[in-house]
Structure formats: C-alpha cells, structure tokens
C-alpha cells in the first residue's frame, strides 16, 4: 500500500481551461481554513480562461501555456511539468482542464494528479457527461473526485457526491445541481491529502480513518 502524501500544508498547482468555478471554490476553502493547502500557481491551456483572471485577482501566479506553440504533447507538457515543479507543486489538481493527460505529466506526479468529474464514474466518461446521464435516463447521478492514470476518466476513486436526475432535468438543470457538489467535493478531498491519509492499494483508495469517523 502507498500512501500518497505526508501531513501538512499541501502545495496545489491547477490546471484548468475554462471558467474555473471549482478553482475559486477551493481558494475559498483556503480562506476558510478549512483545507490545509496553498496554490502555487494555476495552469491553463486556454488563452481566455477566466479561471486565469480569478488566479491573479487573487495574487496567484497565473500562466497560459499554449499547447499549440510545441512540436508535440511531449513537449507541451514538459513545460507543464518544469513550471509545476518550479513553483515546488506537490499535488496537481485538474479542474474543467478538458485534455488527456500524457506520459509526461503522468510519470512525474504519479498518482498526485487528481480530477473532477461530473459523473458517478466509471459510467458517462469524456465530454458531455452531464448530457449523456440526462439522455440515458438514469435516476442518480454525481460527481466523481479521482486519481489520474492513463485512460480518459478511469482512475482509483477517491470520493463521489450523488444527485438526483429529474424526468424534466436537462443537461443545463443537471450540470447545476452536480457543480454545486463538486464545490464541496473537491476540496474535501485535497483536504485527505493535506492529512497524509490517501492510500493506494492496487487500484482501490483508502481512506485512513474513514470507518471510525463514518461510525462516530
Ligand atoms: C466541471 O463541471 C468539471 O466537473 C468539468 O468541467 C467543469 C469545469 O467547471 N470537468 C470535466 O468535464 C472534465 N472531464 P469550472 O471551470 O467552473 O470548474
């Protein structure tokens, strides 16, 4: 079993491609106290990310890296990875960065990037999964905080938050209800971190603890 990350202040780096609600909702937990952590620096891939505006309001460095301007995604995120590890991130964190992540990124934080999802996973991967719920007609459907490996929306799970799907939901109506978990379920996971109680066992997450506090 490995665990993941030692106690204590958690150093972030996110990356993120668009609006970056979920980006504020963590510096807001920051604020709060209630997550141990500090963002280093937030990444994007967009030129026109808002997320990248909210970044620098907030005094947090902010860098636009253009995937365009490298020969390949080799490349691309070799620079992801060298301004990571210049801001001295420990744990990357994904939010609304809608790209595959490669070999590069993966084999230099392994098992530390983590993503957001808006579905219960494994069901609904890729782009549109608040459409696809709504268009196969299940009955709940969530969010889904999870560790990154090599497929699109396939690895270990650390936390998921359900919602209801209403006959009248659209994809619009469902998108709503889940962002509005995904606000609390990402931060409360980094918080897991911050604690050093994430292990990986095979493909399976513990959570050290969990039971007793679920009991309590
Ligand atoms: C969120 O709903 C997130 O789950 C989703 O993009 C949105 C980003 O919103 N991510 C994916 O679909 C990744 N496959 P935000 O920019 O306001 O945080």
Redesign the pocket.
């Known amino acids: 079993m490995i665990q993941i990350t030692q106690p204590g202040i958690i150093r972030l780096g996110v990356l993120?491609s668009?609006?970056?609600?979920?980006?504020d909702a963590i510096c807001a937990a920051i604020d709060r106290g209630d997550l141990q952590a500090q963002i280093e620096i937030l990444i994007s891939d967009k030129a026109d990310a808002a997320?990248l505006e909210k970044a620098s309001k907030r005094g947090i460095s902010a860098r636009f890296i253009d995937p365009n301007s490298f020969a390949d995604r080799q490349y691309y995120e070799g620079e992801i990875v060298s301004t990571l590890r210049g801001a001295g991130v420990e744990l990357v964190v994904l939010?609304?960065y809608?790209r595959l992540v490669g070999q590069v990124m993966l084999q230099n934080y392994r098992w530390r990037i983590l993503?957001?999802?808006?579905a219960l996973l494994p069901s609904f991967t890729g782009l549109h999964?608040q459409k696809q719920a709504v268009e196969y007609g299940v009955r709940f459907s969530g969010?889904t905080v999870h560790m990154v490996d090599e497929g699109m929306?396939t690895g270990p799970i650390i936390r998921q938050a359900v919602v209801p799907v209403y006959q009248y939901d659209d994809e619009d109506s469902l998108?709503a209800r889940?962002?509005e978990q995904?606000h609390n379920l990402y931060w409360q996971s980094l918080q897991l971190f911050a604690q050093g109680r994430v292990y990986l066992d095979g493909r399976k997450v513990i959570i050290r603890d969990e039971s007793r506090e679920e009991m309590a």
């Open positions: 993120a668009g609006r970056g609600s979920n980006f997320a939010a609304g809608m993503n957001i999802h808006p999964a969010c929306d998108a889940i962002l995904e």
